[in-house]
Nanobody, 120 residues
Framework: QVQLVESGGGLVQAGGSLRLSCAASGRTFSSYRMGWFRQAPGKERRLVASISRAAGTYYDDSVKGRFTISRDNVKYTVYLQMNSLKPEDTALYYC??????????????WGQGTQVTVSS
C-alpha cells in the first residue's frame, strides 16, 4: 500500500506558475509509474502527465510545452511544474501511482487532490 499526499496548489493569475508536489510513503516508490491527473467541475478526470520508472514522460496535448513532470526517487516525490497557466487549467489535481505489471491505463493508488485555480 502506498499513501500519496499532494501539495502546492493554490490561486494564481493567468500566465503564472505553480509547482505541485506529491510525497509517497514506502520504499517502493521507484518501482511505480507516477501520474498527475486533473478533474474540472462537470468533467471527467483526465491524465495530464506521467513519468515512468526510467523517467520517460508523457504529456497531454493541452499541457505540452507548459508543464513538466519530474521525480526524485530519493525523496519519494513526484513534481508537476506548471508554467504559463490558463484559466482552463483550473481543476482538482491528483497524484497517482501505477504498480509494475498493471495495465497502461490503471493506476492503483491515489492521493486526495490539491486544488489549482487560475484567474483571468
Amino acid at each position: 500500500q502506498v499513501q500519496l499526499v499532494e501539495s502546492g496548489g493554490g490561486l494564481v493569475q493567468a500566465g503564472g506558475s505553480l509547482r505541485l508536489s506529491c510525497a509517497a510513503s514506502g520504499r517502493t516508490f521507484s518501482s511505480y509509474r507516477m501520474g498527475w491527473f486533473r478533474q474540472a467541475p462537470g468533467k471527467e478526470r483526465r491524465l495530464v502527465a506521467s513519468i515512468s520508472r526510467a523517467a520517460g514522460t508523457y504529456y497531454d496535448d493541452s499541457v505540452k510545452g507548459r508543464f513538466t513532470i519530474s521525480r526524485d526517487n530519493v525523496k519519494y516525490t513526484v513534481y508537476l511544474q506548471m508554467n504559463s497557466l490558463k484559466p482552463e487549467d483550473t481543476a482538482l489535481y491528483y497524484c497517482a501511482a501505477q504498480k509494475a505489471g498493471s495495465s497502461w491505463n490503471t493506476y492503483d493508488f491515489w492521493g486526495q487532490g490539491t486544488q489549482v485555480t487560475v484567474s483571468s
